[in-house]
């Protein structure tokens, strides 16, 4: 499956996959997820240093959820 894993690092890492209770996935998820977004709001920060939280917030919502629904849902991008 992965080309930098030889068959048998992987065969554990699939092991250790199957082995991890249903509660512990979902903390590492996310735990991915909240990274993600705080990777994502320093990228805006970064783009758009003079934005406010609430301008930020909306961008997020522009990456997460496409620009079409984030304008459904939260309105227009605040001036």
């Given at each position: 499956?992965n080309?930098?894993t030889?068959?048998?690092?992987e065969?554990?890492?699939?092991?250790l996959?199957?082995?991890?209770?249903?509660?512990?996935k979902?903390?590492?998820?996310?735990?991915?997820?909240?990274v993600?977004?705080?990777?994502a709001?320093?990228?805006?920060?970064?783009?758009?240093?003079a934005?406010t939280?609430k301008?930020?917030?909306?961008r997020?919502?522009d990456l997460?959820?496409g620009?079409?629904?984030a304008a459904q849902?939260?309105?227009?991008m605040p001036k």
């Amino acid at each position: 499956m992965n080309r930098d894993t030889t068959p048998e690092e992987e065969a554990v890492l699939v092991r250790l996959w199957r082995e991890t209770p249903a509660w512990r996935k979902w903390e590492l998820m996310e735990d991915v997820n909240r990274v993600a977004r705080e990777l994502a709001l320093a990228g805006l920060r970064r783009r758009h240093p003079a934005a406010t939280p609430k301008e930020l917030r909306r961008r997020l919502a522009d990456l997460l959820l496409g620009p079409e629904l984030a304008a459904q849902v939260y309105g227009p991008m605040p001036k």
